[in-house]
């Protein structure tokens, strides 16, 4: 079965810092990968999705960006936080013959 | 205008009532659209998928209604622990656009 990882589970860092966020998925070849930001109240915000290694699309500019090192590893990075970009980090990945997005438990990010 | 809109709630109903959420889309060219159930300070777990002609997962039902483009959840027979934020989503036919609804706030009470 397939299992999706993020790490770490929550984070403090100050403004100014960076950021690198990792996400993993087992049991799956050549997955779609997506970064979401869910802020407090909120719904869901897309961030960056990737259909294969090195392929990265942006979909909210903004001071964070994303990689894919390895098929099943995606990367999300910030050089400088900002306060803004406190929230709840999801990553999620789909099988492109199909429509369903599995969600990581989620990285919890407070800018201070 | 956004592509999804749901009635934030939130819903406070007491346990064994029906329950039913509603969710409008905006774009008449969408594909395919799901119900994921979050519950607070986690992430969203597919609930069930949404098909044309209705369908029925134990206590829950979902239906599609394309021409005044909205989706509805049934919930029936409500235990605490349906208790949980409810989105629903929409993906247009291009893929890899999904639109998530802001969630729908459910409490079960004793």
């Known amino acids: 079965s397939q299992t999706i990882h993020q790490w770490p589970a929550t984070l403090v860092q100050p403004v100014g810092s960076p950021l690198s966020l990792e996400c993993t998925v087992e049991?799956?070849?050549?997955?779609?990968l997506y970064w979401y930001r869910q802020a407090a109240g909120r719904g869901l915000q897309l961030l960056f999705y990737?259909?294969?290694?090195?392929?990265i699309s942006s979909e909210v500019p903004q001071n964070l960006s994303a990689s894919r090192p390895q098929d099943r590893q995606f990367i999300l990075s910030s050089k400088k936080l900002l306060l803004s970009d406190s929230g709840f980090y999801l990553c999620?990945?789909?099988?492109?013959?199909?429509?369903?997005?599995?969600f990581g438990p989620g990285t919890r990010l407070t800018v201070l | 205008r956004k592509e999804v809109e749901q009635d934030p709630g939130p819903f406070n109903v007491p346990e064994g009532a029906t329950v039913a959420f509603n969710c409008t889309y905006s774009?008449?060219?969408?594909?395919?659209f799901f119900w994921y159930r979050q519950d607070c300070r986690k992430e969203p777990k597919l609930l069930m998928s949404?098909?044309?002609s209705g369908n029925e997962d134990g206590r829950f039902t979902a239906q599609l209604n394309r021409a005044s483009q909205y989706i509805s959840l049934l919930i029936r027979d409500s235990k605490l622990s349906d208790s949980a934020t409810y989105l629903c989503?929409?993906?247009?036919?291009?893929?890899?656009?999904?639109?998530f609804g802001t969630g729908t706030s459910l409490t079960v009470i004793p």
């Open positions: 999620a990945w789909m099988l492109s013959s199909y429509n369903e997005q599995f």
């Open positions: 049991g799956t070849s050549n997955p779609n």
């Open positions: 990737s259909v294969g290694i090195g392929q």
């Open positions: 774009n008449s060219a969408s594909q395919s």
């Open positions: 989503v929409v993906v247009l036919r291009t893929g890899n656009q999904f639109y």
């Open positions: 949404v098909y044309s």
